[in-house]
């Protein structure tokens, strides 16, 4: 079947090649630039994937609508543009391109502190005018003045580096940013107080986001030193403009340099009236190279997402390395699996759910098997609404705890996962593991130790050790004509309680002919 895909921005031809060229994918590209919001809503609906820049505003109304929706992305780095709750929710994966534009956007930070320090902007009006106004546009140097650098990322880093290239002191806050990485860095760090009472010259580059929305406020405006000059090439919004305005008019702010606005376009803006402001209309990440960059990466998600389940720069999903992802994949099934049978062995509503992660796997990040165990547990009662995206979320909204535990000890094995439901009545856990050459194994079930493969359909048995027990429960499907495949047994003590794992060749609808035996007093079929 054609995989749908809308482009609703503008993007590098070039970058979106690897769709072009794509031969083992059925692929349907549609370009659409010019889309209202209402007339997205409508046309989304039939596409699989959506492609966009920061002008398509994802919105929660145009993701209900979209009900083939597979995975958004975006060719560049902010996703303020895109409902991410309501992506998550509805399990849409959202991709990015985090380093595309990096160089581009740093190289356009830069050239905005210079053109700012140096009035390039107005002075080139001027003379277009045809004034030769020499003394007017009288700048200052960027040597020997401080850079305060907010938000110290991939873009932060790089126009830090080049800050220091004109012989400028940095100082930056990030709040990942150590007293051992600053030094490394070759800046100074400290809290945001601390950056902007020291600078000069203030660049802001965070996303955007709750915690940094109008960060930089009236009130760190009063902290600064008169005369200081603020740089926006990151997002509108993290600047508070009238705080910006009032600052720039009272005479705190010398100059400001805006390349986004809390509303765009912002053609009309007053900032854009004042002398001391100069602005460009959301230019960052706009260069040939950086274009094609940014949907070239998006567009190889695309492909790996639909090829083979895997992405590198998921959003809304954790993002694991490449070989970290390549050492936990082999047990993605087997986590699915093992929730899904766990899942059976309670009808009760599910509180917690705990993850054991031992052997080799203990090592690595594992959310992405978690993500994909929980959603084997989840399916049996949201059938295929769950996926990997809004397993956890799922989780979560029902009020169900999700624990990881890790430990390095496999006992007997190299690696294994068991996975325990627990409700307000019973706890139930399943242990599985990779044999090496063998395949997938689920080897205990709560206290019971067996070996089983775990696909196909199973019938799960609780009896009491008594002798004719098996032998039963062989009739009786005989009777049905239920051919059994394999067969093991295990119990906690002699003439204790007891369990038998059966591998039938055919779905057993109903049970209850098991359940009336005496000495049976449970029985669960398992279809994996
Ligand atoms: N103007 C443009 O065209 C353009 C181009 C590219 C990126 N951007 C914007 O620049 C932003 C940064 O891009 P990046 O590639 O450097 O991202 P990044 O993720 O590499 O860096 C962002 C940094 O901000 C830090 N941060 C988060 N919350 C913070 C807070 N409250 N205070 C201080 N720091 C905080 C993070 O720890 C991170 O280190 C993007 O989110 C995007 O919105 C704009
Ligand atoms: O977040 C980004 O990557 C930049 O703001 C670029 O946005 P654009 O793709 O609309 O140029």
Redesign the pocket.
């Known amino acids: 079947m054609a995989i749908n895909i809308l482009i609703s921005d503008s993007l590098s031809e070039d970058g979106i090649y690897p769709l072009r060229q794509e031969r083992k994918l059925d692929l349907n590209i549609v370009i659409d630039t010019g889309l209202t919001p209402d007339e997205l809503k409508v046309k989304i609906k039939d596409f699989d994937v959506l492609l966009v820049r920061s002008q398509t505003k994802v919105t929660r109304d145009i993701i209900e609508a979209a009900d083939n929706l597979k995975l958004i992305g975006r060719a560049?780095?902010?996703v303020?543009n895109i409902d991410l709750d309501a992506a998550t929710e509805k399990g849409i994966i959202v991709v990015n391109a985090?380093?595309g534009?990096?160089n581009?956007?740093a190289e356009?930070t830069t050239a905005m502190i210079m053109a700012l320090a140096r009035h390039i902007p107005h002075a080139h009006m001027s003379l277009q005018e045809g004034r030769w106004d020499r003394k007017k546009f009288v700048g200052v140097e960027l040597k020997n003045k401080t850079l305060g650098v907010?938000?110290?990322?991939?873009?932060?880093q790089e126009v830090a580096h080049r800050a220091k290239g004109n012989r400028m002191d940095v100082i930056a806050?990030?709040?990942?940013l150590t007293a051992e990485k600053a030094e490394k860095l070759g800046v100074d760090f400290g809290s945001?107080e601390d950056v902007v009472k020291v600078a000069d010259f203030i660049t802001v580059?965070?996303?955007?986001?709750k915690?940094?929305k109008h960060?930089i406020n009236k009130e760190i405006f009063s902290l600064m030193k008169d005369g200081v000059r603020i740089i926006n090439?990151?997002?509108g919004g993290i600047i508070d403009e009238i705080a910006l305005y009032d600052a720039i008019v009272e005479g705190k702010v010398a100059g400001s340099a805006l390349?986004?606005m809390e509303e765009e376009p912002f053609v009309g803006n007053r900032l854009l009236k004042l002398p001391q402001v100069i602005a460009t209309p959301?230019?960052?990440?706009?260069t040939i190279e950086a274009q094609e960059s940014v949907a070239v990466d998006v567009s190889h998600d695309i492909l790996s997402y639909f090829n083979i389940g895997t992405v590198r720069n998921p959003v809304n999903m954790p993002s694991i390395p490449k070989d970290i992802i390549a050492k936990i994949e082999p047990f993605f099934d087997l986590g699915e699996k093992l929730g899904a049978f766990v899942s059976r062995l309670s009808d009760a509503a599910v509180e917690e759910i705990n993850l054991y992660y031992a052997g080799e796997l203990a090592n690595f990040d594992v959310r992405p098997l978690t993500n994909n165990t929980i959603k084997g547990l989840l399916k049996r009662n949201l059938g295929n609404h769950v996926n990997n995206v809004n397993a956890r979320y799922l989780a979560e909204r029902n009020t169900i705890k999700i624990n990881e535990h890790k430990t390095t000890t496999a006992k007997g094995f190299l690696n294994s996962i068991a996975v325990e439901l627990v409700t307000a009545t019973e706890t139930h856990k399943v242990t599985g593991t990779l044999l090496n050459g063998l395949g997938a194994r689920i080897v205990k079930v709560d206290d019971y130790v067996i070996d089983v493969v775990p696909e196909g359909h199973l019938l799960f048995i609780k009896h009491t050790d008594k002798p004719g027990a098996i032998g039963r429960v062989g009739t009786l499907l005989a009777e049905k004509n239920i051919n059994i495949a394999t067969m093991q047994v295990g119990r906690s003590n002699q003439g204790g309680d007891a369990i038998m794992m059966l591998s039938v060749d055919n779905h057993i609808e109903n049970v209850d002919f098991l359940k009336a035996q005496e000495n049976i007093f449970d029985a669960k079929t398992i279809d994996l």
Not at 173 to 176: C, I, K, L, V
């Open positions: 560049g780095v902010g303020d985090p380093d534009n990096t581009s956007a356009h907010i938000g110290f990322g991939r873009i932060g806050y990030d709040p990942f945001v580059h965070t996303p955007l986001l915690e940094t960060m090439c990151a997002r390349d986004v959301h230019l960052g990440a706009s």
